[in-house]
């Protein structure tokens, strides 16, 4: 992807892991990425109770990946049930009394209360780097000759009539819209030569004058360089960096901007 694009345009990545209620199996996966030199601009988890946990099991995950890298962090996949009960012969994912959290029955009322607890689970993320919640087939209920497995989980009901949690979400674009009102947006960043044999610039463009940090961070996830906290004007500066007497290798560069979320790439350190 990066080949394909200007030396000063990066895509941004989205990485989706499956178990979103646990920190030992996220840490391992991330820092495994860090060690190989590469890193997500933001990860997203599916997080299903009867799979993966309890509420505070993902809260615990998600406050862990945004303090430890400092990342944007989403719910890509979620679902709960509003009933029990079947509608077709399609065999359900879900339909035993154990698959359910406490305190959330499988009933409208329930269902409405899980998603509202999960929304405050991702408003509660630490530097509001939570970002955004993703429903799985919210609308997949049964239709004659094809059935679901998920229809009890779904935002309708089997007739196709509203259920009360589709309330939950009314006026909020999944918290994303309102995370990037609230936080200004990150600066754009680029680092050259990359690769380098030692000394290289970081470029960055602010939309307004901001305090900016800039750090730097071997693949272990240790900070091997930092420039003094300053206020920098808006417009793009540039500010040179020097690796001499480091090893060759891949390292991290992290600009910091108050207010919104930091921003790393990747340079190449080539003796």
Do not use: C, K
Request: glycine share 10%; charged share 20%; proline share 9%.
């Amino acid at each position: 992807i990066e080949d394909s694009l200007a030396a000063d345009e990066y895509p941004e990545i989205l990485l989706h892991l499956e178990g979103g209620g646990s920190v030992q199996a996220s840490r391992w996966f991330l820092d495994n990425l860090l060690q190989i030199g590469f890193f997500p601009d933001a990860i997203g988890f599916s997080f299903y109770p009867w799979w993966h946990g309890s509420l505070a099991d993902l809260a615990a995950n998600l406050d862990d990946v945004a303090e430890r890298y400092g990342h944007p962090v989403q719910v890509l996949e979620a679902a709960y049930p509003w009933t029990l009960d079947w509608a077709d012969d399609a065999h359900n994912i879900v339909g035993e009394e154990d698959q359910l959290l406490p305190g959330y029955p499988a009933t409208p009322a329930g269902q409405a209360a899980y998603f509202g607890a999960l929304l405050a689970v991702l408003r509660a993320v630490p530097d509001r780097l939570g970002q955004a919640l993703y429903l799985w087939e919210p609308a997949w209920i049964p239709v004659t000759g094809f059935g679901s497995p998920v229809e009890n989980l779904a935002l309708f009901d089997f007739s196709g009539n509203a259920l009360p949690a589709l309330a939950v979400f009314e006026g909020q674009s999944a918290i994303e819209g309102a995370r990037r009102a609230a936080v200004p947006a990150s600066p754009v960043l680029s680092l050259y030569p990359n690769p380098t044999n030692g000394s290289w610039r970081v470029a960055f463009d602010l939309a307004r004058p901001s305090v900016v940090r800039v750090e730097v961070f071997d693949l272990l996830g240790r900070r091997v360089a930092a420039l003094p906290p300053g206020v920098f004007p808006r417009g793009r500066t540039v500010l040179p960096l020097s690796g001499r007497g480091w090893p060759s290798g891949a390292y991290w560069v992290r600009v910091g901007v108050e207010g919104s979320r930091p921003v790393m790439r990747r340079i190449l350190l080539l003796r």
